[in-house]
C-alpha cells in the first residue's frame, strides 16, 4: 500500500488543476458523455517561443501518464511529462478572451498568450516575434 500512495504522490505533483479549471473539464466531459475520456495535456513543438501547450478531450493511449484529479483523468504522453512537470492549470474568462493557461515553473521564457514556452533546455533559438496578438 505504500508504494501505491507515493506513486500517486508523484503522479498528482506532475500537474495540479486550479477548481476552477477542474470544473470547466467536468462540464467538456458531461457534454461529451463518454465515460472513456480524459483530458490530454501535451507539448509540442511550435509557438512564438519554441514550444506550445495543447489540450484535448481524448482517451488513454500506450505509455502514457493517467493523473487522477478532482473526478477525471489527466492524460500525459511520455514526452510532455518532463515539460510539464510541476505545471499548474488554470482556466481564466477575461476581456482577452477565456481559455486553459498553464503556469509551469519549468519555463524560462514564455510569450504573452501563455500557450507558448521555452525551457532552459531547450537551446537559444532565434528571436521571433509573438504571433498571438500581443
Not at 2 to 25: C, F, H, L, R, Y
Not at 64 to 90: C, H, R
Not at 91 to 117: E, Q
Request: hydrophobic share 35%.
Amino acid at each position: 500500500m505504500i508504494e501505491q500512495n507515493q506513486q500517486s504522490a508523484v503522479e498528482t505533483s506532475i500537474i495540479n488543476m486550479t477548481p476552477t479549471a477542474a470544473d470547466k473539464v467536468h462540464e467538456l466531459l458531461a457534454q461529451e458523455n463518454d465515460t472513456s475520456l480524459g483530458l490530454r495535456i501535451f507539448v509540442a513543438g511550435g509557438g512564438c517561443s519554441g514550444l506550445q501547450y495543447g489540450m484535448t478531450l481524448d482517451e488513454e493511449q500506450e505509455g502514457d501518464t493517467v493523473i487522477s484529479q478532482s473526478g477525471f483523468k489527466v492524460l500525459v504522453d511520455e514526452m510532455s511529462v518532463g515539460y510539464i512537470l510541476g505545471s499548474e492549470v488554470d482556466y481564466v474568462d477575461s476581456l482577452m478572451g477565456a481559455g486553459f493557461t498553464v503556469n509551469n515553473p519549468n519555463a524560462v521564457s514564455s510569450c504573452g498568450c501563455g500557450h507558448s514556452f521555452k525551457t532552459a533546455g531547450g537551446g537559444a533559438g532565434e528571436a521571433r516575434s509573438c504571433g498571438c496578438g500581443h
